[in-house]
């Protein structure tokens, strides 16, 4: 489904911002998921179509094996905090 989408050209691209971005559209979906010159793209705007899902979980998918911890997550807000950021810069 990724495939087709981008064939038929149904995402937003890199070029939709103008020069925001300043990249080349991409040649194939492996291009725009794994390279790393498009990760700014995909991590701030993203296609706003199925070639933004990377992973689907299974519907008995528990979530203990997800890798969340919440322990380094707050480390990383203190971290920015004591830099003198106001907050969070995204929820």
Not at 16 to 21: A, Q
Not at 52 to 71: E, H, I, N, Q, R
């Amino acid at each position: 489904m990724r495939r087709e989408v981008f064939a038929a050209g149904d995402y937003v691209k890199p070029s939709s911002y103008g020069d925001v971005f300043d990249l080349p559209d991409p040649g194939s979906v492996d291009d725009l998921t794994e390279q790393d010159r498009y990760g700014e793209f995909m991590g701030t705007s993203g296609t706003h179509s199925i070639i933004d899902v990377l992973s689907v979980m299974t519907a008995d998918f528990d979530g203990d094996d997800f890798g969340d911890d919440p322990a380094a997550v707050g480390r990383g807000v203190r971290r920015a905090l004591r830099r003198g950021a106001a907050g969070p810069s995204r929820v």
